[in-house]
């Protein structure tokens, strides 16, 4: 069960982060390609799959999320990458602001597959110490 949890979930991380640099760079590069009805509906579907089997990774090794601080700092770093992402490709009042947005986005997403890898706050700082 583990191991499928964590194929779907490295699946899903993928595609969900390819499915966001894409739509970043329609956003700089023609926006109206955001609004096609698939654009709309894929990546939630995707990010559904991604954050169940991450449930179920938790779950198949009985983590205590309260106790493991990786855990809630990736659960943190989460909500601020999908605000970010929000106001990267929807809710951003300017093309200035959007952007930022998108690169602090990325930068949270790079924190959080460091994190999940290296099981410590200190994401890919951790690796240096190991």
Excluded at 41 to 46: A, E, K, L
Aim: with cysteine.
């Amino acid at each position: 069960m583990y191991t499928s949890f964590k194929l779907i979930h490295l699946c899903a991380a993928i595609l969900s982060f390819n499915g966001f640099v894409l739509r970043g760079y329609w956003m700089m590069t023609d926006p109206g390609l955001l609004e096609r009805k698939w654009v709309r509906i894929v990546p939630h579907v995707v990010d559904a799959i991604f954050l169940v089997s991450g449930i179920g990774l938790i779950y198949a090794l009985r983590l205590q999320v309260m106790q493991n601080g990786w855990l809630l700092m990736k659960f943190g770093v989460l909500v601020a990458y999908v605000v970010l992402g929000s106001l990267a490709l929807r809710r951003g009042k300017s093309i200035a602001v959007r952007q930022a947005a998108f690169a602090l986005a990325v930068l949270c997403f790079v924190y959080i597959v460091g994190v999940a890898l290296s099981k410590s706050m200190a994401s890919w700082l951790a690796w240096q110490s190991m």
